[in-house]
Antibody, heavy 119, light 110 residues
Framework: QVQLQESGPGLVQPSGTLSLTCTVS????????WSWIRQPPGKGLEWIGY???????DHNPSLKSRVAISIDTSNNQFSLKLTSVTAADTAMYYC?????????????WGQGALVTVSS | EIVLTQSPGTLSLSPGERATLSCRAS???????FAWYQQKPGQAPRLLIF???NRATGIPDRFSGSASGTDFTLTISRLEPEDFAVYYC???????????FGQGTKLEIK
C-alpha cells in the first residue's frame, strides 16, 4: 500500500520560504508524476505544481516563479519550496501521486500538513 | 486555462435518495483527463472517478460518472450516511500543463 507523508514547519514568517517534504513509502518515486496541492482553511483545492521522476517540473502559473519542486529518488522523497510567502499562503498542503499523466487522477494523497504564515 | 464550475454549491438530500452533481468546463477537452473526488472534514480528498466514468479502486458501484461535451456529472444512486461530504471535480490540461479543480459541491443531510 502506497503511503505519502508530508513534513515540515507548521509556521512560516511573512516574506519567508515555506519548505515541505513528502516521503513516499510502499512505492517508488522513480515513476509517475508527484504533485503538491493546497487548500486554504474552509476553501477549495489548488494545484501548486508537480515533478516527474525524470526531474521535469511544471507549476501553476498563478504562483508565478515562487515555486520550486525537487525530487530525491534515492530517498523516495520530493520537496516543495514556496518563496515570499504571505498570509494568503496559509493552507493545508497535500502531496499526491498522479500515476498516468492526468488520465487517472490523483490516486494517493498524504494526510496533509497545515502551514500558517504569521509573525 | 480551463475553468470548472460546479453546481449546485450545496445539495441537501436524505439517505436513500439519488444525488446528481454537475461540473461544467469553460472549454471542451478530452474526458480522459477528468476526475471526481470526495473530501470529508479533516481528511484528504479521495479519488472516486477518473477518465470521467471509471470508478477508482474500492469505490462502491452506487457512484457513477458521465460526460457530455463540456458537462460532467457525478451520480450517487442511493445515498448512504457516509456519502455526505464535499465533492470536487478536476481536470488536467496540457497547454499549459496544469491541473484545475472546481470549487466544490457540499452534499449535506436534509
Amino acid at each position: 500500500q502506497v503511503q505519502l507523508q508530508e513534513s515540515g514547519p507548521g509556521l512560516v514568517q511573512p516574506s519567508g520560504t515555506l519548505s515541505l517534504t513528502c516521503t513516499v513509502s510502499g512505492g517508488s518515486t522513480s515513476s509517475y508524476h508527484w504533485s503538491w496541492i493546497r487548500q486554504p482553511p474552509g476553501k477549495g483545492l489548488e494545484w501548486i505544481g508537480y515533478i516527474h521522476y525524470s526531474g521535469r517540473t511544471d507549476h501553476n502559473p498563478s504562483l508565478k516563479s515562487r515555486v520550486a519542486i525537487s525530487i530525491d529518488t534515492s530517498n523516495n522523497q520530493f520537496s516543495l519550496k514556496l518563496t515570499s510567502v504571505t498570509a494568503a499562503d496559509t493552507a493545508m498542503y497535500y502531496c499526491a501521486r498522479d500515476p498516468y499523466s492526468g488520465a487517472a487522477g490523483f490516486d494517493y494523497w498524504g494526510q496533509g500538513a497545515l502551514v500558517t504564515v504569521s509573525s | 486555462e480551463i475553468v470548472l464550475t460546479q453546481s449546485p454549491g450545496t445539495l441537501s438530500l436524505s439517505p436513500g435518495e439519488r444525488a446528481t452533481l454537475s461540473c461544467r468546463a469553460s472549454q471542451i477537452f478530452s474526458s480522459s483527463y477528468f476526475a471526481w473526488y470526495q473530501q470529508k472534514p479533516g481528511q484528504a480528498p479521495r479519488l472516486l472517478i477518473f477518465g470521467a466514468s471509471n470508478r477508482a479502486t474500492g469505490i462502491p458501484d452506487r457512484f457513477s460518472g458521465s460526460a457530455s461535451g463540456t458537462d460532467f456529472t457525478l451520480t450517487i444512486s442511493r445515498l448512504e450516511p457516509e456519502d455526505f461530504a464535499v465533492y470536487y471535480c478536476q481536470q488536467y490540461g496540457t497547454s499549459p500543463p496544469m491541473y484545475t479543480f472546481g470549487q466544490g459541491t457540499k452534499l449535506e443531510i436534509k
